[in-house]
């Protein structure tokens, strides 16, 4: 019987090894990743349906996330790119830190996607005047460099340092840096929900000592009212923190700073409601025009690529750039009552 199998197979071979060759040559072009990333005009994501604030005021327009789209660089889409306008090839090292590959640089970047919704949310209802009480505060291992001398992992929850607790980055800072070179340091962390001990070894930059780790920090609250926002696996990133924070804000407060209309936006956003710069506007810009935005929301640092990209390309859209959430809310609510 193993013989009759084995006989068949042997003569399908025989009969089909050039189609079977081409298509190993096909798989392994596919699935051979080189040091690089291709960078595509994105889309746009209504947050209006991601977003639930409960008992929420009804929008007439959307808020919407724009976002870029990034292919793995294997040699087909490599070659496209030279074809077809607006993909740009990105070598790994431009958008990974030293020593990560772009693995890790998606697992890194899901953690500042948490801190931006945390900011998100903690902006929103103070700027509303609702219910919000922060009852905790996570720092949160996001980056570790080459230089460490460290037993550390990403996304340990640091809560003290040689006995101290701490409760951000600034707190680490100040403790590390009255620190001599080559001095270990002992690390209370939370691993797995338990609780451990770490260290690291100081090394100069400069004149300050370092342990060669980022920290981001992220919150435990409670709402009145709740809110919820969903998210898929696939989505990363901490650009994405300005329009959820309006879109929470515009269900909170009565007045629809919509206007009615789809606006599409990107902009990081920290605790005080910092709006900072963001990476991929040219393509964030075209799949909103794509996508039939009315307006285009920067940070002011992308604003003049913004511009140029929609003289060049001859886009009519309102492109209005800022660099706090509450400017956000005041040039909106202007259009709105200028039109």
Sequence with gaps: MFTKIYEKIKSFIKTNFKELIILVVIVLLFTI??????YTPGGAVNLNERIVVEDGYETHGSFNMAYVSMVRGSIPFLLISYIIPDWDIVPAEDITADGEDLDEMLEREKIYMQESMDAAIINAYQKA????????????VAYITEQADTNLKIK?????VNGKEIHSLADMQKIIS???EGEKVELQVIRDKKEITCDAVTYRVGA??????????????????AVSITSKASEAGSSGGLMMS???YNQLVEEDITGGKKIVGTGTIDILGNVGEIGGVKYKLIGAVKNDADIFICPEENYEEAMEVAENKGYDITIISVSTFDEAIKKLESLNSSN
């Design 33 to 38: 990743r080189l040091p690089y990333s291709i």
């Design 129 to 140: 005047s609702a219910k919000i009480e922060i009852t905790g505060v996570i720092n949160e």
């Design 156 to 160: 340990d929850q640091i809560i003290a």
């Design 178 to 180: 009255s620190l001599n």
């Design 208 to 225: 300050e000592a370092k342990i060669g780790v980022s920290l981001v920090t992220t919150y435990e609250y409670e709402t009145d009212p």
């Design 246 to 248: 309006l879109t929470i």
